[in-house]
């Protein structure tokens, strides 16, 4: 019913969500998730950049906003970065989530975000938008001084910090103040 979609809508409006991309995503999404809501495609270690990469490239053909997450520790060297922002370019893609991945050791050049990053800038891009990582209550691997550091060096690179899931929102929200004392 048209109520219900507008209303599902509004709720969704603001915020990014996520997508894996499995078997039906790509159908599932087109399906039953308005063209406003904007979402991110993560990326695993099993599977790789490639399917991330392709099915952000369908559903922006869908008019979706679609953000797939670049994980550094997947990215094999600059060809290959090359060659993913010429096809998210090509398919109208104009923004990227960069986070480290979770891959215990680099398929390459790039063993973090803010090497990526570096990169992107120094050979130029197209994208609007680039998050980077934000940790409210702590990353499991690494401590907190050196998050703090990789944030303050990535943030120039950036437009926009996502957070992954945070269970109290006054958690987030001190985190979020904190960050914006440190500029």
């Given at each position: ?66 953000t797939p997450h670049l ?99 006054s958690t987030t929200k ?10």
């Amino acid at each position: 019913p048209r109520g219900w979609a507008g209303a599902m809508e509004t709720a969704l409006r603001g915020a990014s969500y996520e997508v894996l991309p499995l078997g039906t995503a790509e159908e599932s999404v087109v399906e039953h998730v308005p063209r406003t809501v904007p979402l991110t495609i993560t990326t695993t270690e099993a599977k790789g950049l490639t399917p991330t990469i392709e099915l952000a490239e369908r559903l922006s053909g869908h008019g979706v906003t679609a953000t797939p997450h670049l994980a550094a520790r997947l990215v094999r060297d600059e060809s290959h970065l090359a060659d993913i922002v010429a096809r998210l370019r090509a398919a109208g893609v104009n923004g990227v989530f960069v986070i480290g991945g979770d891959a215990a050791e680099p398929a390459g050049t790039f063993p973090d975000a803010f090497s990526l990053l570096e990169e992107l800038e120094a050979t130029g891009h197209h994208f609007e938008h680039i998050g980077i990582g934000g940790y409210p209550e702590g990353h499991g691997h690494i401590s907190a001084e050196l998050i703090e550091r990789a944030l303050e060096r990535k943030a120039p690179h950036a437009s926009h910090i996502i957070t992954q899931l945070c269970f109290h929102p006054s958690t987030t929200k001190a985190w979020a103040r904190q960050v914006k004392l440190r500029g």
